[in-house]
């Protein structure tokens, strides 16, 4: 019993040193998490700090800002704006699914804003700046030899914004960026074509030749998927087919000489 209350008199003092240690680390913890910026600011503060940031193409800075922002003020004057924002420096920084989330909660929380064409505008721009990305502006690659489905995404969402919003101030630059789009589908579908003519799959090369024709007039594509349409009908026996082909690429080569 006396030695079971010389071992308590012993660990009292531990005790009360691990108990200061606590209190130490957890005053340390608290005074190193860092103050919110934002908890003070009013919405148009936030969103002038966002915008400087941007204009500056500090684009995380004005990441944190416009997130700081919804977060602080999800509702408001400057909650929409900033929300626009917020796609445009997600993209500017890379973060291109960041910004494609942040568009479609846009598209959904704003259906009649009277930016929402800006809206599909952006989400042209990110799928074509996916297609066009920095491995392929600095490497001299053909994209229409490779996976075509961003480009497919900008062509898609350009043209809905010309055909819902044909006054829209960002038309005209669509319709500039569906002009080198349409090109590189074109270009894909008869390299597609070209694949199955070599793999004698005649009935293929005719088929996408001829969605060539039906899409994609206008591009350079043309020429050569009437070509291989020619060779295809020639292959399967179809020389009436074959024979009203030709009379196209005659009419084609005339005009052109003319």
Do not use: W
Request: glycine share 4%; aromatic share 12%.
């Amino acid at each position: 019993m006396h030695a079971f209350r010389v071992t308590l008199s012993l660990l009292k003092p531990i005790c009360q040193q691990v108990g200061l240690l606590l209190l130490f680390f957890s005053l340390s913890a608290c005074a190193s998490k860092p103050k919110d910026k934002y908890t003070h600011l009013s919405a148009e503060q936030i969103y002038a700090m966002g915008q400087k940031n941007l204009k500056k193409g500090r684009y995380q800075a004005a990441i944190e800002d416009f997130e700081g922002l919804e977060s602080h003020h999800p509702y408001g004057d400057y909650t929409d704006k900033a929300l626009l924002d917020l796609i445009y420096a997600y993209n500017k920084q890379g973060e291109s699914e960041a910004a494609l989330a942040a568009d479609e909660r846009f598209i959904q929380l704003y259906p009649t804003h009277p930016d929402i064409d800006y809206a599909y505008y952006l989400r042209g721009i990110i799928y074509y700046d996916q297609n066009m990305s920095m491995l392929y502006r600095y490497i001299p690659v053909d994209r229409s030899y490779r996976d075509n489905d961003q480009a497919d995404k900008a062509f898609e969402n350009f043209s809905f914004l010309v055909k819902h919003f044909p006054n829209s101030r960002f038309v005209p630059e669509a319709r500039q960026r569906l002009i080198f789009l349409r090109e590189q589908l074109a270009q894909h579908e008869l390299h597609i074509a070209e694949y199955y003519v070599k793999r004698k799959a005649y009935v293929a090369v005719a088929e996408r030749a001829n969605h060539i024709l039906t899409h994609f007039q206008g591009t350079s594509a043309v020429i050569p998927a009437l070509t291989l349409l020619k060779e295809a009908y020639v292959e399967m026996s179809m020389p009436t087919l074959a024979e009203d082909v030709q009379k196209i690429i005659d009419k084609n080569n005339q005009q052109n000489i003319s």
